[in-house]
């Protein structure tokens, strides 16, 4: 089992809809989780940090639910530009053998189209 | 930008031979760390850099190598190329490393033949 498993889709969206994707990951020692995008052939560029009390950046919502062990990303008002892969990234914490260390999963595409 | 710089932005390579890849970091970043993307992949960690001193190491075998420099620039070697090397190489610097927001560079393409 991968150890942050992400739909891969594509989740194709018409411009101006909602979309939102899960990611869940299996290390309880996870401690900050982040989304990513990363448009074709591109680096991945930081879009957000996910905090417990879920926090919202402008269209963009991001949930952590500790319990069940997922995070979660939700886009309003779908802009073609919004058109990448979203990967999903925890960290943990010092002392553990990871620490340091951004653990992906393979993203998750979406396309909107107009 | 994030003023991380790699190069070269392209490579392609013979299995079997050397290559050297190269990271400036951030200005004010301590830390640099690499990753592997295969296609269709998410990037996978290598290793990580911390004041000149590895400081973690993901699932690569030995013959992927690193060095950090003074200036905290980086380097990636990989002895032994082969064909599942082909992939995008990623370096990202952040300050002190640890679950620090990672900026990662644009990346070098290499394709092993």
């Known amino acids: 089992r991968k150890e942050v498993e992400q739909d891969p889709g594509p989740f194709n969206v018409p411009e101006g809809a909602t979309v939102a994707f899960n990611c869940t990951y299996s290390?309880?020692?996870?401690?900050?989780f982040f989304w990513y995008r990363q448009d074709c052939r591109k680096e991945p560029k930081l879009l957000m940090s996910?905090?417990?009390s879920g926090n919202e950046d402008g269209r963009f919502t991001a949930q952590l639910n500790r319990a069940s062990q997922y995070i979660s990303l939700l886009i309003r008002d779908s802009k073609l530009s919004d058109s990448a892969t979203y990967l999903c990234v925890v960290t943990f914490s010092a002392g553990t053998d990871s620490w340091g260390k951004l653990q992906f999963g393979a993203g998750t595409q979406v396309v909107v189209t107009p | 930008e994030t003023g991380v710089t790699q190069s070269p932005t392209h490579l392609i390579k013979t299995r079997g031979q050397q290559v050297t890849l190269r990271c400036s970091s951030q200005?004010?970043?301590?830390?640099v760390s690499w990753y592997q993307q295969a296609l269709g992949q998410g990037p996978q960690f290598i290793f990580q850099y911390y004041r000149e001193e590895e400081n973690g190491r993901g699932n690569f075998p030995p013959r992927f190598s690193g060095l950090q420099f003074p200036n905290y620039s980086s380097e990636l070697n990989v002895n032994a190329l082969e064909l599942d090397d082909s992939a995008l190489y990623l370096c990202?610097?952040?300050?002190?490393?640890?679950?620090?927001?990672?900026?990662f560079g644009p990346g070098t393409r290499l394709l092993v033949l």
């Open positions: 996910v905090y417990s």
């Open positions: 990202a610097s952040s300050l002190l490393g640890g679950g620090e927001t990672q900026y």
């Open positions: 200005s004010g970043h301590n830390t």
């Open positions: 290390n309880s020692a996870s401690q900050s």
